[in-house]
């Protein structure tokens, strides 16, 4: 079976780390995967087995190249099943999979308005896979999308290392946009509160983006005064190949999944919702929610300053929360049971829609 992935960026966030790890797994599986989209840092990532088609800026960012583009990759490498992720690849891999008779799984990452705008990308996927059962839910076509739609969670290598904990750290990453910057705004200005009463309180930001000069400005703002580094910006960086990591990770969505693999507590936080700190009693509802609190406000300093500050004064009950939490987040979310599951999908279409004339099984 050969099978193609679609994604228009691959350099840092939680979609372009989903596919690196999902193609990276597909070729452990050895299923023939195919991945095309731009060359980016996550590419250095990717096993050798993986068979990269770099992806021009035309095609990335008008419709018809792209439809185009990847009709002539079907044709020419016989693709069974495409895989797309992200807006316009879901919108153009319908299109290219309708002219030459090849099912298309659309995943879904983020909200339906966005991934899924257009009716045809409604109407014209073979199946749809969303990460968040609350994402398909709350959605105004939630009965147009019901029938061909599947939950599969994001999928999460597991490890066997364990890692040092840093005590009195706090970590954050995100790709560095506008929403997210007003995050770690208001996560820096917490912490610059707390450092009162904990002066070896830090925050460790990793990540990518537009805006890294301004929080690299927000953390110079706070560290220089102090006259000793608080707020450290890594920058680009694989969050799990740290060897010190941070106790507590602010976060939500693939981010806190791999916190808990890791052993580390999770405050659930995204640019829209606050949430509460992960444990055994919550963790059920909100790993059936990505890890978001989807009836949370958006958060402010106090609150981030109250949640960081209860979880300081109870750390020791926080750490065996998460060491109670990394088994069954191990059950949940390790990527051989999630992609097998997509495995399993992509084969049921093979049978469900005619066998287009240019392709043949593998």
Same mark, same amino acid.
């Given at each position: 079976?050969?099978?193609?992935?679609?994604?228009?960026?691959?350099?840092?966030?939680?979609?372009?780390?989903?596919?690196? !790890?999902?193609?990276?797994?597909?070729?452990?599986?050895?299923?023939?995967?195919?991945?095309?989209?731009?060359?980016?840092?996550?590419?250095?990532?990717?096993? &050798? +087995?993986?068979?990269?088609?770099?992806?021009?800026?035309?095609?990335?960012?008008?419709?018809?190249?792209?439809?185009?583009?990847?009709?002539?990759?079907?044709?020419?490498?016989? #693709?069974?099943?495409? $895989?797309?992720? &992200?807006?316009?690849?879901?919108?153009?891999?319908?299109?290219?999979?309708?002219?030459?008779?090849?099912?298309?799984?659309?995943?879904?990452?983020?909200?339906?308005? %966005?991934?899924?705008?257009?009716?045809?990308?409604?109407?014209?996927?073979?199946?749809?896979?969303?990460?968040?059962?609350?994402?398909?839910?709350?959605? =105004? %076509?939630?009965?147009?999308?019901?029938?061909? /739609?599947? #939950?599969?969670?994001?999928?999460?290598?597991?490890?066997?290392?364990?890692?040092? #904990?840093?005590?009195?750290?706090?970590?954050?990453?995100?790709?560095?946009?506008?929403?997210?910057?007003?995050?770690? !705004?208001?996560?820096?200005? @917490?912490?610059?509160?707390? =450092? $009162?009463?904990?002066?070896?309180?830090?925050?460790?930001?990793?990540?990518?983006?537009?805006?890294?000069?301004?929080?690299?400005?927000?953390?110079?703002?706070?560290?220089?005064?102090?006259? /000793?580094?608080?707020?450290?910006?890594?920058?680009?960086?694989?969050?799990?190949?740290?060897?010190?990591?941070?106790?507590?990770?602010?976060?939500?969505?693939?981010?806190?999944?791999?916190?808990?693999?890791?052993?580390?507590?999770?405050?659930?936080?995204?640019?829209?919702?606050?949430?509460?700190?992960?444990?055994?009693?919550?963790? +059920?509802?909100?790993? !059936?929610?990505?890890?978001?609190?989807?009836?949370?406000?958006? /958060?402010?300093?106090?609150?981030?300053?109250?949640?960081?500050?209860? %979880? #300081?004064?109870?750390?020791?009950?926080?750490?065996?929360?998460?060491?109670?939490?990394?088994?069954? @987040?191990?059950?949940?979310?390790?990527?051989?049971?999630?992609?097998?599951?997509?495995?399993?999908?992509?084969?049921?279409?093979?049978?469900?829609?005619? !066998?287009?004339?240019?392709? =043949?099984?593998?």
């Amino acid at each position: 079976m050969k099978v193609l992935q679609l994604i228009n960026r691959f350099d840092f966030g939680g979609a372009e780390n989903h596919v690196r !790890e999902l193609c990276n797994e597909l070729a452990h599986q050895n299923i023939n995967v195919f991945l095309a989209t731009e060359y980016g840092r996550q590419k250095a990532l990717l096993n &050798q +087995r993986v068979n990269f088609i770099k992806t021009s800026m035309l095609t990335r960012t008008m419709l018809i190249p792209q439809v185009i583009s990847i009709a002539y990759t079907v044709i020419k490498y016989r #693709i069974d099943v495409i $895989n797309a992720h &992200q807006r316009l690849p879901i919108i153009s891999a319908c299109l290219a999979g309708f002219l030459l008779r090849v099912p298309v799984v659309a995943t879904v990452h983020g909200r339906v308005r %966005h991934d899924l705008r257009s009716f045809l990308a409604r109407r014209m996927t073979s199946k749809i896979v969303f990460v968040s059962k609350r994402v398909l839910t709350v959605s =105004k %076509h939630y009965k147009q999308l019901y029938g061909k /739609s599947l #939950i599969i969670p994001n999928g999460i290598p597991l490890s066997n290392r364990n890692p040092k #904990i840093a005590p009195l750290s706090i970590g954050y990453i995100s790709r560095i946009d506008t929403q997210h910057t007003s995050v770690i !705004e208001r996560l820096t200005l @917490a912490v610059e509160s707390l =450092k $009162n009463d904990y002066p070896d309180i830090t925050l460790t930001i990793y990540g990518d983006g537009k805006k890294l000069s301004k929080v690299v400005e927000m953390a110079n703002e706070i560290n220089n005064p102090i006259g /000793s580094p608080t707020i450290y910006v890594k920058g680009y960086s694989n969050f799990m190949d740290e060897e010190l990591l941070p106790e507590l990770i602010v976060g939500a969505g693939r981010v806190a999944i791999e916190a808990i693999l890791q052993g580390i507590s999770v405050l659930s936080v995204t640019p829209k919702r606050m949430g509460d700190i992960i444990t055994p009693t919550n963790y +059920r509802w909100h790993a !059936e929610n990505n890890f978001i609190n989807i009836n949370g406000e958006p /958060s402010t300093i106090n609150v981030l300053y109250s949640k960081i500050k209860d %979880h #300081i004064k109870n750390r020791q009950y926080y750490r065996n929360c998460s060491a109670e939490l990394q088994n069954s @987040a191990a059950g949940d979310f390790g990527i051989t049971k999630t992609t097998t599951h997509l495995v399993e999908l992509y084969s049921t279409l093979l049978y469900e829609i005619p !066998e287009p004339m240019n392709n =043949k099984k593998a």
